[in-house]
């Protein structure tokens, strides 16, 4: 095995499955490898951020953790689509949602994400870039929520550089353009997916209701969202 391929990931492209579920949380990776997958092997611990091989019904399937935050995703998932051959990642993740009426662990699926960050200026564009999720696995996913029964909503969401917020009305804009929820990651994913020519979507779990003051905990976070794993799970092997 080639000793640090990148500074970031110990692995080879045959370590990969071509579908990566891609949770912020490298404890929440270790839990879907060890609970979700047969024979689940760590193919990545470099600055703790694991990465596991194994099956899921049959088909090789990879999860790997993203960190926090869009330099965070955006460094792994780059590596991921263009060194190790990876053409899909699905991003498992928490949000916060900004609806009243988006209850605790409901699903959220971005159909888009918009963001207050600066991540696409790399790409030198002239004008705005729409970060949008694959379709055919974000109908995939959908259609799974729906077979389990499960509270989907698919809408736009917002990735922000920011967890706490010097602008305490930041949110309230946002919200008059129909934004689903907050969190941190997909808007890079999907850029970086879209630039790769490969695909990307990001199956959230609310967390936490910014407007309602609802809450759930770290542990739920870290290990009771298994909606979101399966859903994920099954849209992995039929892309």
């Keep these: 095995m080639a000793m640090y391929p990148t500074a970031h990931i110990n692995a080879t492209p045959d370590d990969f499955a071509k579908t990566v579920l891609m949770p912020g949380d490298p404890l929440r990776s270790e839990f879907i490898a060890k609970n979700m997958l047969e024979g689940a092997v760590l193919i990545n611990n470099v600055r703790g951020i694991q990465g596991y091989t194994g099956k899921y019904k049959g088909k090789k399937v990879s999860v790997m953790a993203s960190g926090m935050g869009m330099p965070s995703i955006g460094i792994y998932s780059y590596e991921l689509f263009n060194f190790f051959g990876v053409e899909n990642i699905i991003r498992v993740g928490t949000a916060g949602a900004l609806d009243k009426d988006i209850a605790l662990r409901d699903i959220i699926l971005a159909i888009g994400a918009s963001t207050n960050s600066a991540y696409a200026s790399q790409f ?3 004008g705005t870039f729409s970060a949008t999720a694959s379709y055919e696995m974000l109908n995939l996913a959908y259609n799974e929520a729906v ?6 909503h698919v809408g736009n969401v917002l990735s922000s550089d920011n967890f706490y917020n010097a602008d305490i009305t930041a949110n309230e804009k946002w919200i008059q353009m129909g934004i689903k929820c907050i969190e941190m990651e997909a808007a890079a994913l999907y850029m970086n997916a ?3 020519k490969k695909n990307a979507l990001a199956i959230l779990t609310v967390s936490d209701n910014i407007i ?9 976070r870290q290990t009771a969202f298994t ?9 992995a092997i039929k892309i």
Aim: aromatic content about 0%; proline content about 3%.
């Design 227 to 235: 909606d979101m794993m399966e859903i994920a799970l099954e849209t």
């Design 124 to 126: 030198c564009l002239n």
């Design 194 to 196: 879209a630039r790769a």
């Design 212 to 220: 309602t003051g609802e809450v759930t905990t770290a542990a739920e």
């Design 147 to 152: 077979k389990k029964n499960v509270p989907c």
